[in-house]
């Protein structure tokens, strides 16, 4: 399976990493009625994503490229990214309109589960294979496309059965272009995703408390363009702030999966 992999990834990094997205896309979507027939909520989906994990780690380690990837520590000071503050009202904003218990004890368990595997597969294919990918060749043209078709991404919630209507999903492809260019910025500059893996898998799991009740698409709106506010401004600061160094620069990229 690995060997297949390797191949897949030398012919062309770019396709390998649509392929992987397209993979974990059809895969979710089917897994949601799939759950629905088990009667459990997303424990199609926990399973999935915990193939799909295992697989997408260990063949990072087995080749020597989960640094190249964003499996490192951050080596710069917590006080150069504000402490993460930011990350972490990020990480509370499903529970901005309160709390509320959605479903029974193991649905509430497969989905906390499902969303924090989530959250590293999402990471580690958009931000990590994706965006190396295109930064090979422009990392300006990578951090924009990687944003984007992170959020666009998104509007399969409209037909994959998740029951999300048209205003919700507009403003959650909106958010998710946002979340999406601060997280490749946090990648970008760091060289490190473990920031990116952990507000988005908690961001994800905590959703499984949101209240829903009562939202209306005025307050929808309002709630997506105040997280765009909030990320994209933290992104700029980042940008500003942070030190550039050898993930900052395209002509190390490869330098970066060697050493």
Known sequence: MFKWLNKLREKNR???????????IV???????????????????????????ALLFFWLKSNGLAEHYGLRRVDIPASRFLFY??????????????????????????YIL??????????????????RALA????????????????????VNLFNGSGMDLVANICQVFS???CGFLFVIIFHRSGSLIPCIVAHSVHNAVSVFGNEAGITAQKRIIF????????????????????KNEYSEPEN???GEQG
């Open 14 to 24: 770019l396709y390998f990493a649509l392929l992987w997205i397209v993979v974990y």
């Open 27 to 53: 895969l979710n979507s089917a897994a949601i009625p799939l759950s629905a027939l088990i009667g459990v909520e997303s424990s199609a989906a926990l399973a999935v994503n915990a193939v799909l994990s």
């Open 85 to 110: 503050i930011p990350l972490i009202v990020f990480m509370s904003r499903n529970l901005w309109f309160g709390f509320a218990i959605n479903f029974p004890p193991a649905g509430t368990v497969c």
């Open 114 to 131: 499902s969303m924090l595997l989530v959250g590293f597969l999402e990471e580690v294919i958009m931000r990590g294979l994706l965006f």
């Open 136 to 155: 090979e060749k422009n990392v300006k043209t990578a951090i924009i496309i990687t944003s984007v078709t992170f959020g666009l991404g998104h509007i």
């Open 176 to 178: 998710a272009v946002g």
């Open 224 to 243: 997506s363009v105040v997280t765009v506010i909030l990320v994209v401004g933290y992104a700029l600061i980042l940008m500003k702030t942070l030190p």
């Open 253 to 255: 990229i490869e330098a």
